[in-house]
């Protein structure tokens, strides 16, 4: 497909964003490409909140308290795995496309240096080739070093946090306004112990799923997330009602399925890359240590205000809390859609940047931001209605549907908003522009942590939602500044614009 280019004239970056609607749909080589990788890839991503909500919903009939509880756990669960192992998926990401995209001649396994040269500077940066080999029934095997460092570090990883968590689970709980004496701290520190021996099953599976991602390939993590979650809501009800074990039913039911999951990505994995044996050379431990504690810097700044917000929740009481674990699990399954097309744009460019196929960059970054904006605004009325009658399903409690009713337009409006915060990460990543996402990260969450603070003292329950709203603002502004200022990989886009016309 040809990508045509034009000078510059100084249309805005903005401006190339919303002209040529009609191209967003348009069945072309991007368009298909971006379909098979976003349509799985967002399916996966959101069948595990998914099976959350089926267990926030088993749960919430349990009681009011006992869903605070878990709904807390669920939130330390979330900020210590998001903090551990996001950074590594979003760099192994990058890291097989570009040594697929090198290696895909099938080259010897060798060491080389890149320039990777933009207008105005060049980037040297060293990549691994990989060499290819026929199995014995004629199926290309890889030598992709990144792959199998992903599943020694995200083991290594799960192991740590499972340990810290069992470890620490009373401390972390207390911090989150959930202590010993509370009515919550019960059904939270049983849940949190139990969620915490799938931990190595998580980072491993989440490992594994980057590497697919890598590979273009997002058709088997929801294969095998597919059922490892239709498991988990099948022994749900098992384990919580007929085996009355209440919430530590659901802690179990979910940590089988964890381990299934990774048993099938793994099986998969096998049959596209040779894992084993490697040196430490192979193990490329700096350039993962180096990209990985900036994305990790990200994430922290990432998840810190929703996690602050939790915990102001909790504090007001268990029934404030319980409306925000199910405004949160909806929240989050439904802008996580978006985030499929953030994987696609994130592994469509690493591969063009490594090949300097920069016509193929603008393109990609112009379609999967306004399929962002469509997914988004779809999302919008989607969550506003089934969320506005379905309450019921999550709870019987008058109280929390009260406080439900309360924060089901905010969560429906913010949609659009998230849907083009994740798609500009994507895009970000994809650049390996992980400097930037982290400083401006950063930046945003110390402005937003003020906002949570300020606006829970003076609004309560509502006062969060409108400063986690505000957070996902500043974020997209963030990401989209770096774009449209042309600075950083972006830099290119100086010399000369895409015709959005040709999309």
Known sequence: ?????????????????????????????????????????????????????????????????????????????NQVTKVAIFPLVSVITSFVAEEDALGSSGVEYQEIEIVETSVDSDIEKEELIPKTEMSGGGHKKRHISSASSALIIGGALGLAEAVILICAAKPMLSYMGVRSDSPMFTPALQYLILRSIGAPAVFLSLAMQGVFRGFKDTKTPLYATMIGDVANIILDPIFIFLFKMGVSGAAIAHVISQYLISMVLLRGLIEKVHLLPLTIKDLQLSRFLKNGSLLLFRVIAATFCPTLAASIAAKLGSTPMAAFQICLQVWLATSLLADGLAVAGQAILANAFARKDYDKVTATASRVLQLGLVVGLFLCIVVAIVLQFSSVLFTEDVNVLRLLKLSIPIVALTQPINSFAFVIDGLNYGASDFAYSAYSMISVAAVSVLLVFLLSSSQGYVGIWFALSIFMILRAVAGLLRIGTRTGPWSFLSSFDQSFDSF
């Open 1 to 77: 497909m040809a990508f045509p280019l034009r000078q510059n004239t100084g249309n805005s970056i903005l401006w190339g964003l919303l002209k040529n609607p009609r191209a967003i749909f348009k069945k072309d080589d991007l368009g298909l490409e971006i379909a098979q990788i976003a349509l799985p890839a967002a399916l996966a991503l959101t069948a595990d909140p998914i099976a959350s909500l089926v267990d926030t919903a088993f749960i919430g009939h349990i009681g009011p308290v006992d869903l605070a509880g878990v709904g807390v756990a669920i939130t330390v669960i």
